[in-house]
């Protein structure tokens, strides 16, 4: 078979399973209650099935992939609600990937998205973006920048509203080891953002892991887990992220792959590389399993803490209760989970850099949700859903500080 044989061959395929997945929706509609932007809009081409039949008829050659078409599948967050309410199983986040990627010579990321995978994608471009952070942060520029309302000029708002306070580089070991008996070995995954904006998370999840008998292992070769390209349509830069953490944490004879963003770890949980996917586990559900050896070694606090619970963390990897379980073990702490009808918070990923309309109304949902608890402390298992509601709360003028779970449960070991 020649190449134009062979892309034809891939085409048909690639269609025929397209159509296979968006066969599954029997256009029932349980699903429109949990959409954000349906709920939002009250546009049917914004909710799930509204988008699996644009689909549909994109690959049955029935419509065009325009402009408008494509608008209404980059509108969606990618929050798979609807796939844990839909009674049929369809993979909803598996079948808009795959239209992404085949329409992706239509779809042109943003100045601020390629900047973002830029950076996280080459390790050369993130340390000239410290450096650069660095300047922008410790000099008056980041103040003159904004009186002068260039990040708004440059479209780079977005951006600029997320940047946390300034921290110098962490210079991570390759190994910490456990502070007590020891009860095995895992790898922590930290990926392209960690170091650098979550330093406190990467810190506090080494020590508690310490502290239970475990053996942290970073490997320096672990790349970003590749969630911004997948869902940007770029499947093959992903898969080359996924097959390089697969080989930098192979060498090691690990007991698990921690994941400290919920994000990184269903990204991670679902690439296509065996043996290692299904090591991975996100680091608040992993220690839910050791509480007993936690119990006696954490202080008090006398504090309502309110938990944000990440898209991620509930549709994807569905650990959603074992932070709970986790944080329950800090004696006198009062835990006030939001509703179960608080939506996705806007973050997304790099959805709120690109659609900061329906991200900032998101979020003012979960911000007076969150608010009405009169919480000291919110907690939330994911980097982007973190920096998006420190950012709103900073917005309004508002003190409330924003964690990972892990890192309360750190400061009070």
Not at 65 to 77: E, F, P, R
Not at 232 to 238: E, F, K, L, N, S
Not at 272 to 290: N, P, T
Request: charged share 20%.
């Amino acid at each position: 078979m020649n190449t134009n044989g062979l892309w034809l061959h891939w085409q048909t395929k690639t269609m025929n399973d397209l159509l296979t997945d968006a066969d599954l929706c029997v256009k029932c509609g349980l699903c429109l209650p949990y959409c954000p932007t349906y709920t939002h809009t009250q546009n049917e081409n914004e909710s799930p099935r509204g988008r699996i039949a644009l689909i549909q008829a994109w690959a049955g050659q029935k419509l065009e992939a325009s402009d408008k078409l494509v608008g209404h599948i980059d509108n969606c967050l990618l929050c798979r609600s609807c796939e844990r309410a839909c009674p049929a199983a369809v993979p909803y986040g598996r079948l808009v990937d795959n239209f992404r990627s085949q329409v992706s010579h239509q779809r042109k990321s943003s100045l601020r998205v390629s900047l973002i995978k830029k950076v996280a994608h080459n390790q050369s471009a993130r340390r000239f973006a410290q450096k650069t952070m660095r300047l922008y942060q410790t000099s008056p520029l980041q103040q003159t920048a904004r009186l002068l309302g260039l990040p708004r000029l440059l479209r780079l708002q977005a951006l600029d509203r997320l940047l946390p306070a300034w921290h110098g580089p962490m210079g991570l070991e390759n190994l910490y080891t456990a502070t007590t008996d020891k009860q095995g070995d895992v790898g922590l995954f930290v990926g392209c953002m960690g170091e650098w904006l979550d330093q406190e998370t990467v810190r506090a999840a080494i020590a508690v892991l310490n502290a239970v008998g475990f053996d942290v292992h970073v490997p320096k070769q672990q790349v970003c887990c590749g969630a911004l390209a997948l869902h940007d349509g770029d499947q093959t830069t992903a898969a080359h992220l996924a097959e390089a953490n697969a080989s930098a944490f192979g060498g090691q004879k690990l007991d698990a792959v921690i994941s400290i963003a919920s994000g990184c770890g269903g990204q991670l949980r679902e690439c296509q590389q065996r043996g290692f996917a299904d090591k991975v586990i996100d680091i608040s559900h992993f220690l839910s399993q050791f509480s007993s050896m936690l119990s006696g070694k954490l202080k008090p606090l006398p504090e309502k803490v309110c938990i944000h619970t990440p898209c991620s963390l509930k549709n994807v990897l569905r650990t959603e209760q074992s932070v709970s379980k986790l944080l329950g073990q800090i004696p006198e702490i009062a835990l006030v989970p939001l509703p179960d009808t608080v939506q996705c918070c806007g973050s997304a990923g790099s959805y709120m850099l690109d659609h900061p309309q329906m991200a900032e109304a998101l979020l003012s949902d979960v911000l007076e949700s969150a608010l009405q608890k009169r919480p000291e402390t919110l907690v939330s298992s994911n980097i982007g859903c973190a920096l998006h509601i420190a950012a709103g709360l900073r917005e309004r003028g508002l003190r409330l500080e924003v964690l990972h779970p892990v890192v309360l449960i750190a400061r009070q070991l």
